[in-house]
């Protein structure tokens, strides 16, 4: 099985090889891919050390599965590329999630819709994937109506660059190098992306757009506000939950807690509750502060958190090569 990383000398391609060697991904060989800059530059997979190359030389290398972390104009110019090469493409970036002909998948809820066909796979958003990973046995069980969601996402989501920022910041104060319009650290920007008509950022529709596509039903109404934090290492987002039918406290739990890939930490007594330094380098979705909304019938409000680098990219994108061998798709 070869696998190539498209974007693999950046945070998220780097945390997919990290991933890729944890899980035990069946490699036989890794093809990482980059940008002609960083053509030549060396990385250690495994204990060895490979050649990065570019796209074009990674097409003719013939991958089975190539994981792109490089940016949506890479993603729009070489994934077809690739897949008309007859590679299986999983894409981190936006460029695909919402068009109709590309599938858009979280393994725990929809991997059944993938096909041997769909040589260009969308892994969705970072911070929809921990949301409907919890709200997904919710959905089947109470039949959501509506979501209120506010997330306090990591510097880690906007790169390397962001990440300087913070850490210029907290040592010196100020920083040269400028991945946001304000100062990040001791600070909160209620702005992810670039703003649209309605008011609403682009990070924010994502969340509503991919959240209907993902759990394959339109009628659920989701309203976002996504704010930047000075975090390293996870997202977190306070989650409101409007349902069709009623439910009982103790059955949500028992329902989350037997939710593949979803850990519960809810104990107030004990201070207990998921928090990103706790979330940081792991797979799982953490949930916790599970409580009725007591303002209106049929409502839940809980606190999800994750490592955006690995459920919210790395990690599910690996996951869903996974499941692309298992059932034979690839390989």
């Known amino acids: 099985m070869k696998v190539a990383v498209v974007g693999s000398t950046g945070l998220v391609g780097g945390e997919m090889l990290k991933v890729l060697s944890e899980r035990k991904f069946p490699v036989t060989e890794i093809i990482p891919v980059a940008s002609e800059r960083s053509a030549g530059k060396k990385i250690t997979y495994n ?23 490089a940016g949506g104009s890479t993603s729009l110019e070489w994934a ?12 981190n970036s936006s460029a695909w999630r919402m068009d109709p002909t590309k599938k858009l998948v ?13 040589k260009i796979i969308a892994n969705p958003n970072c911070s929809t994937i921990q949301m409907v990973v919890v709200l997904n046995p919710l959905h089947k ?16 989501g906007t790169g390397k660059k962001a990440v300087d920022q913070l850490m210029n910041e907290r040592a010196n104060g100020t920083s040269e190098e400028m991945a946001y319009k304000y100062k990040i650290d001791l600070n909160v920007i209620p702005q992810i992306d670039v703003f649209l008509e309605n008011g609403y950022t682009k990070e924010e529709m994502k969340m509503v757009k991919e959240t209907n596509k993902i759990m394959r039903d339109e009628n659920i109404k989701v309203t976002a506000t996504t704010i930047r934090i000075p975090v390293v290492g ?16 103790n059955e949500v739990f028992d329902i ?12 107030p007594e004990n201070h207990k509750y998921p928090m990103p330094m706790d979330a940081h380098g792991k797979d799982e979705v953490f949930v916790g502060r599970i409580r009725r909304d007591e303002t209106q019938p049929k409502t839940l409000n809980l606190w999800v958190v ?3 680098l690995r459920k919210g990219a790395a990690t599910n994108a690996v996951q869903i090569g996974e499941y692309l061998v298992k059932e034979g798709l690839i390989g």
């Open 256 to 267: 989350l807690k037997n939710t593949e890939g979803v850990i519960v930490v809810d104990d």
């Open 306 to 308: 994750a490592d955006n």
């Open 80 to 91: 077809p590329k690739f897949a008309e090469a007859g590679i299986t493409v999983v894409d």
């Open 234 to 249: 996870g997202h977190s987002e306070s989650v409101n939950i409007e349902f069709e039918n009623e439910f009982e406290l």
């Open 141 to 156: 069980k109470y039949k959501i109506k509506r979501v209120v969601v506010s997330t306090y996402q990591s510097v880690t």
């Open 106 to 118: 979280v393994p725990e809820i929809n991997a059944d819709v993938l096909t041997k066909e769909d």
């Open 47 to 69: 204990g060895n050390e490979y050649t990065v190359v570019t796209p074009e030389k990674a097409i003719e290398l013939k991958p089975d599965l190539a994981l792109f972390s």
